[in-house]
């Protein structure tokens, strides 16, 4: 099972940038699907963006266009770009591992997004 750590959640005024990143440990990293989820108080856990072992990439309708996943196979990081941050961006978030059966969660990381 991969163990996962992400790094780099802050508060950040409307407008602004962010960079997320998430460190992998105990299994071989280029064999998973990797992930970002977000959960706003109140609201369900929902899928950010995700990229393949290949990677292809995949992103929620509201976060086309300004956020950007990407992973380094040699350094077992998932990052996420986020530009052009809303109030609306507010949330933990949530860096994931699938392959097959396996699915395995980091801690989370707040971002805020407020003037």
């Known amino acids: 099972q991969v163990q996962l750590v992400e790094f780099g959640g802050d508060l950040v005024q409307p407008g602004g940038s962010l960079r997320l990143s998430c460190a992998a440990s105990g299994s071989i990293f280029s064999l998973y699907v990797m992930g970002w989820y977000r959960q706003a108080p109140g609201k369900q856990r929902e899928l950010v963006a995700t990229?393949?072992?290949?990677?292809?990439?995949n992103y929620a309708v509201s976060v086309k266009g300004r956020f950007t996943i990407s992973r380094d196979n040699a350094k077992s990081t998932v990052y996420l770009q986020m530009n052009s941050l809303k109030p609306e961006d507010t949330a933990v978030y949530y860096c994931?591992?699938?392959?097959?059966?396996?699915?395995?969660w980091g801690q989370g990381t707040q971002v805020t997004v407020s003037s």
């Open positions: 994931n591992a699938r392959r097959g059966m396996l699915n395995s």
């Open positions: 990229i393949t072992n290949g990677g292809s990439s």
